[in-house]
């Protein structure tokens, strides 16, 4: 079923930042993403694109205007309840928790939702099936620090999509890997969307996954601009 | 739930985080330390206030019901002053229990009552009320108590003088010495199980003491310069010793500390026993045998360093003639008059015989038939107790307490020894003990009784039977306890004029938390009868003498209630450190579980139950260690004392043994306090936890 409303609604957005002095990094930004679309954020270093992505994302406040995420507008006490149910995040340094096995890792949004995480749970059995799409399904009881760079940014992309969210946020996703497995990820994050059905909005610096997406923004200024040109 | 389960990962040690963990692990100890501080102090504090509240409570009762002013003059009590039917002798609390009128006078013999007495209380049925008895119905009525008591109680002030005869061995007389004390001398009520376990069971010493008071005529001491020479018939000396023994069983004798010389009738033929030989001018003038043959080289040391002349050698007898041999000489044939000192406390098995005890005029001269082993060799034969001292002795099963106070099987009451004409018997507090005094010492109690003409001193014969523990009872040192016929007798030297008010009803129950209840629900009943103003009503809290101990007693809780809550506080602050600089360490993970969707208050959750956790595993910690110590206090405090080298506690104040009783209310106080106060002590950096902002620590990662 198609839901009537945009999946995020980004209206008017501007940030400052007082310190040392008044800087305003983004004017007014208006962003409007319809469910299943996949789009890039594209920018120079220092631009705010990790900031963009953080108040899409609630993590950060705007010091103006709205945002709205599958109809809902956001506030204060809503919040952890959308992150946990609409959200899912992927971050350059994968920020996955050490301590924790990757099958637990993957489970941790499901266990904040209070879901069961019980074996045979259904929690639990995406749980696997994630880990076996992303291919570590042998890795499953292995605790995250043994784990390699690629996979453990593969752990990150089935953590995020563990309690189904409509809208996944990657940040600079490929940063810290080497080429070869940067296209890895890159392929897979894409074919998950694809195949899931989710909208991407990812901050890159890197071309070719930006090319791989619908769309493309230029963040410039503190305007964001679509970018036609390709 | 998500939150225990990072919390619990939280607490877990890891080498990674190794100053986290240590800063938990000394945390953890210190509370522990702490609770077990706590509950140890206060679990002793409580049993040992328990025990003192128990025994000023076994010499009193939990509630005293006394008479005021007002019944002293009232026509209720002076009604028996001018009665026939009361010999014209005014009635105390217990005899006024048990008189069966309660108007004893007889308007048409009796003379008329004086205008000025306050007019008689009288029921509806126009008959005059019994005070006494009302208050004795009343009580039964009660609804509250459990294992109800009633009795009347006396106590009065009196003289007393003991004279303490102690024979000494190797003197044919005894020596005297006096002992004069003025004390309270109240009732008791033999059935408290608690005044049963005060007694103090008898030692040797009493026994021995005992038995050489057969032999003194009861009341012999009750007229000055009598030394006790007041002699017994020989039927009345039979019937004494008979009585003793009937009751008491002589199990074993020892010899007396400075040596027992050894009759040579006892040694067998053909023993041998290696001796030390005294020597003066080359010639032994002496034998000394130790119990054991390898205690000779100590012996000898013992003897040289007295300066005697001692070497040793080996008694051979031979038929019966002894042989002594030493410096590898042959055996010399020893002269009889040399004696054999047999070295101090020498224990023999005792079996009395009974046809002495018809020949006997002194304890010196009971025969015993005596069993020993020394160095090995069996030694028995039949010999008069002469210097040897009781060494063990116990109470037969099933005897009548003749001569001394005993406890019934199962401690729940005192046998106290039945009533003579001759002589009355008395318990004495410890003190007396301690100042010298034995069970069966003899004596007198004076008062002084004002006559028309003048004021007499009267002597009331005593016979020590017992002693027992007052506690810390004030003036326990000074509280005898006597029959009441006795306080009685005393006080009726002086009724009407009582300085002491030791008269009333002793109200005894089960549960001493119910005392303030029992009062106010006996006072409503009195009220009601309109008696109430004849008596006053005290719990054992508001007794005069009692009433600042447990006072005391009570603002000591209090203050170490509050030292306690502050030391608590201190221990548990360590958690606030330790937590905040977990909450550091974990600012990551805490911005990772942001943004899966955490809300703040799970976060302050996880850190709230790290704080409360760390607080209940010290509180565990604390309590098992407690509750080992409490379980071993007393072997521990007397090791402690003996690297000491002296008692940890006075046993006057601590009894022997220390409570061992884990108190409850200290374990609720303190589980109660650390849970609350680690809670509190985990909220600060839970709140500081909570406040981070996710973006701010993600983009700073």
Partial sequence: MTNQYPILKATKIQKSFYNPVHINIFKEINLTVVRGDTLAIMGRSGEGKSTLLQILGTLDNPCEGSLEIDGISISQFNKSEIRNKKLGFIFQSFHLMEDYTTLENILMPAKIGRQSTAPNSPAYQRACHLLEQVGLADRRHFNTKLLSGGEKQRVAIARALCNDPDLILADEPSGNLDRQTSEQIHELLLNFAHQHKKTLIVVTHNQELAQLCNRRYQLSNGMLIEDTDS | MFELSVACKYLIPRWRQLSVSIISLVSILVIALVVWLIVVFFSVKDGLENSWVDKIVALTAPIRVSPTDQYYHSYYYLIDSISANSDYSLKNIGEKLTSSLSDPYDPTNDEEVPPYWSKPLLNTHGELIDLTKQVALKTTLLTTPKNLKI???????????????????????????????????????????????????????????????????????????????????????????????????????????????????????????????????????????????????????????????????????????????????????LESWIPFMLEGDAQFDAQLLDNSIATSTKANDLLFKITSKIQGTLLNGDFP?????????????????????????????????????????????????????????????????????????????????????????????????????????????????????????????????????????????????????????????????????????????????????????????????????????????????????????????????????????????????????????????????????????????????????????????????????????????????????????????
């Avoid at chain 2, 007389?173 to 002992?179: A, G, W, Y």
């Avoid at chain 2, 012996?299 to 590898?328: T, Y």
């Avoid at chain 2, 600042?548 to 221990?571: C, G, P, R, T, W």
């Fill in chain 2, 151 to 333: 009795s009347d109680y006396a106590t009065t002030m009196a003289n007393v003088r003991l004279n303490l005869l102690r024979y000494t061995p190797g003197s044919s007389n005894p020596s005297q010495k006096i002992m004069d004390h003025a004390a309270y001398i109240g009732s008791f009520d033999n059935d408290t199980p608690v005044l049963a376990k005060a007694l103090l069971p008898l030692s040797p010493v009493d026994f021995t003491n005992l038995l050489h008071m057969q032999y003194v005529a009861p009341d012999s001491f009750s007229e000055d310069n009598q030394d006790g020479k007041k002699q017994l018939n020989p039927q009345e000396l039979q019937q004494h010793l008979q009585n003793f023994f009937n009751s008491i069983e002589i199990i074993s004798l020892k010899t007396p500390s400075m040596g027992w010389r050894l009759p040579a009738n006892l040694i067998p033929a053909n023993a041998e026993y290696d001796v030390a030989i005294l020597i003066k001018t080359e010639k032994p003038v002496r034998l000394y045998i130790p119990i054991e043959a390898n205690g000779l080289p100590s012996l000898l040391s013992k003897l040289s360093a007295d300066g005697l002349q001692v070497i040793n050698g080996k008694l051979k007898i031979k038929g019966h003639i002894p042989f002594i041999e030493f410096n590898a000489q042959p055996p010399i044939a």
């Fill in chain 2, 385 to 701: 107790l002469g210097r040897l001292e009781i060494s063990e002795a116990k109470i037969k099963e099933g005897a009548s307490a003749q001569h001394f106070a005993t406890t019934t099987p199962n401690k729940s009451a005192i046998v106290f020894p039945e009533h003579s004409q001759a002589i009355d018997t008395i318990l004495l507090p410890r003190s007396f003990k301690d100042a010298g005094a034995l069970v069966g010492d003899q004596g007198y109690i004076s008062y002084y009784s004002p006559t028309p003409s003048n004021v007499q001193e009267q002597r009331l014969p005593v016979v020590v039977a017992g002693f027992y523990d007052p506690g810390i009872m004030p003036l326990g040192g000074k509280y005898i306890l006597a029959p009441r016929e006795l306080i009685s007798l005393i006080r009726s030297s002086y009724e009407g004029n009582d300085v002491l008010a030791g008269n009333g009803i002793n109200i005894r129950f089960d549960n001493l938390k119910d005392a303030q209840k029992i009062k106010a629900e006996l006072l409503k009943a009195l009220e009601n009868d309109g008696i109430a103003s004849y008596w006053k009503i005290q719990t054992y809290q508001e007794y005069e003498f009692t009433k600042d101990l447990i006072q005391q007693l009570h603002s000591e809780k209090n203050l170490f209630s509050v030292i306690s809550l502050v030391i608590i506080i201190v221990a548990c602050s360590n958690i606030i450190s330790m937590l905040i600089i977990l909450v550091n360490d974990k600012k990551l993970e805490i911005g990772i579980l942001r943004s899966m969707g955490a809300s703040s208050g799970s976060i302050a959750i996880i850190f709230g139950i790290c704080g409360m956790v760390m607080g209940t595993i010290g509180s565990l910690i604390g309590i098992f260690t407690a509750m080992l110590t409490l379980r071993y206090i007393n072997e521990l405090v007397a090791f402690i004392g003996q690297l000491q080298g002296h008692d940890l506690f006075n046993p006057v104040f601590y009894g022997n043994t220390l409570p061992s009783e884990l108190s409850v209310e200290a374990l609720t106080f303190v589980v109660i306090t650390t849970a609350f106060i680690s809670l509190l002590a985990g909220v600060v950096p839970a709140v500081k936890a909570s406040m981070l902002r996710p973006s701010a620590i993600l983009r700073a990662e």
